[in-house]
């Protein structure tokens, strides 16, 4: 057992660090991380920091470097989310083209995908989304409706995604759609690249709970993509996906350790709240909830190692991601529950009439809603758990 | 970066396992229930054949002078099987405090017979009525020339009969407050007048000692004198941890019961675990198993390197540990239904079991305050 980390990973971490106090943008490390409002403007400012990541070797680490990486081993990509995490960089725009797309080309694209593709996602000239979820494809992805019909060398899709993520912002999709009907559901899906730029496809905003716009819906309408738009095999997209799963080594660690630092502003919040001129933590009941939140915070993070410490060995993530992303997303609504009810009545005021005159506490806590839906919901985590680790029986239907 | 057992550790579980399994599992604490202490003796000898109860044993007192991270892959097979006997106090509580505070005669008297099996010990510490707090200790230790004293009642005392001497808190001057409590090693005869208490855990005896004028010799003072309290709390953080390790492993024989048969009970024509009303009752019991686990991992870990975050990380490992198995043998029973009701199944060993623990040296009040103390609140 040992938590200590190499001289080598230590150098690395102190490259990153210095690399990140020169090159943040101008304020952030002195708590100015406000994103600007104006849809263009965001896109500007998120594109221009993928930009300044690339130029410095730090936006895709984990790549070969062949394409642009540093081949970083799984060590120094938890390292960088650390490190990320410790100084709120701002959201990296072209996740999904980073972590899931190009990663998938690198291992089943063309070469023309590869040429076309790769290097623009790493400079972030061109920024990825994903089209997977329908309205009435959720948690059961092999229920997608998008049709994907064959004219030629082109391919005619309707059809309507929805939570796709930075869609607005995003030139190129990657696509689910059906292009047969065979025996089984996960049968006859393909994975298209779609470009976003044409008139079939229209991007329409959804506004979620907290009031912000991070998620879109899709319409796709007689768009069109090519034969050599296709990854993999027609039909066998089912398998490009599983593929691009097994890319996401580093599972939920980037919210383990944001976990973390929540906590640790809870901890504060209840030194802050006082009732009867005494802090709030020195409440008999406010300190049992507090103590049995630290067990959690540190078990998550704990579980977290111990799960990485098996993929370390195994040279693959295993089914216990699932825990992790149960644990973590469950964990963190509780968190912000809690930080809301302790703040009493108060806890409902918002924005400049909230505490400290912003709604961070308000809006985590409304954004923790969709942590325990997006990405698999709970329900999901704990069929994988129950079937893939403890063997039981799957539902019917499935 | 290596958050995991070494293969040794998991190698020498694995011998526990073995060895356990042969003898039949918790057939062992059936045999103990029915009352055949002897038939537990004699698996006791085999753990020790083993090497059980050397490894944290100082090498120079015929130990093998491994830490406490050594020991959970043996706590863990310990708990699966709800094991009666005096492990964790003799192994987790009375070893690390006679390292650390006994005598050079202390050391010499009793180590060498933990290693070797033939010395074992238990805790006296409540009295009736009482709680494991500074002021409920009662019992007076009188120092009259080379001879201490002893006169009170201690209540709860657990498997005295297995045990050959007893650490137990007195008081030794003032009337309250932790200064003043000494603790003095008292060996057990034939003679010792026990008085069973029933418990709803049979696996473990319990039982009320009286002592009236009854005279040790000075060498029995464990630790410095009037000074005890602080000697407790130390071997408080090494049993604690060796708890949440032993609490683990019987959460883990409940998921895993849990999970066998929900695989082989059916109704409504489909095996019951296909029903996600089971299915994720089982899949949070094991998220709560697996995250107690690394509490546990980390805590003996923390115990070990004297980690500056020990006591915190021991004390909420505790808490978590205690609830989350109480919660998890309770879900067992049910989702056992009307089988798991009955006394032929082994569910029911595991609640009692679990509760035991609960509140076993310190309640969880006491530990919660302790825990957000220590994290500085």
Redesign the interface.
Known sequence: MDFSFTKKEEAFREELRTWLETHLPAGWLEGNRQLPEDLNEYSAFLRNWQRKLYEGGWAAIAWPEKYGGRNATLMEEIIYQQEMVRVKAPPLVNYVGIHMVAPTLMQIGTEAQKEAYIHKILTGEEVWCQGYSEPNAGSDLTAIQTTAIKDGDKWVINGQKVWTSFGHLADRCFLLARTSKGEKKHKGITVFLLDMDQPGVETRPIIQMDGKHDFNEVYLTDAIAYDADIVGEVDEGWRVMIALLMHERTGIGGQVFTLEQQFADLVVLTKELQEDGRPLLKQPFVRKTMVDLYARTRGSLLNYYRNLTKTLKNGQPGAEGSMDKLIVSELTKDLFAQSISMQGHRGLLWQEDAIYGDSYWQENYLYSFGMTIGGGTSEVQRNTIAERILGLPKDMGR | ??????EEQEMFGNYVRKYLADKGETKIAREFIKGNTEHYQSIFSGLVELGCTAINVPEEHGGMGLGA?DLVPVLEEMGRNVLPGLYVETNAFAVPILEKFGTEEQKQKYLPGIAEGSQTFSIAWLEPGGSYKPSDIRMTAKIEGEDILLNGTKSLVPDARLASSLIVPVRTAGEEGKTGISLVILDLSDQTQLRGQKNIDESRHLAELTLEDIRIDKGQLLGPLHQGWEVLEEGLLAANAALVSIMVGGMDKV?EMA?EY??IRVQFG??I??F?AI??R???M??EL??????A??AN?ALETEAEDRV??IF??R??AAEAFNRAAGHNVQIHGGIGFTEEIDCHLFVKRARFYENYLGSS?DY??K??SA?G?
């Open positions: 970066m290596d958050f995991s057992l070494s991270l998921v999970a929900a695989k489909q095996p675990g296909r996600q299915k994720h089982i899949a949070d094991k998220v697996e995250t107690a686990r690394s509490l991992y980390y870990w915190q990380a909420s490992a808490l978590f009040y919660y305050q825990a957000a994290l609140w």
